[in-house]
């Protein structure tokens, strides 16, 4: 699903979502104008939607 969807956002199939293999999957935004320091958007699995602080949700393009 594309993350510039007005209606349903998600990080699954994001563009900026980047995913590391620790032992355990850990997903990342790597979104640079992200708020949040992290970027942390999951372990092993996905959140249904998006965290509150994707920048594309707060109109950061
Ligand atoms: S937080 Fe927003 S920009 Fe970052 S991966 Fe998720 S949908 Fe994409």
Redesign the pocket.
Known sequence: ME?RDKIM???SG?R??KEYDYGRKVYY?D?EG?ADDMGK?GAESLPDG??EW????NGVS
């Open positions: 993350c956002r998600h990080c994001c900026f979502l935004c979104h992200r958007v998006c965290p994707c920048p594309l949700k």
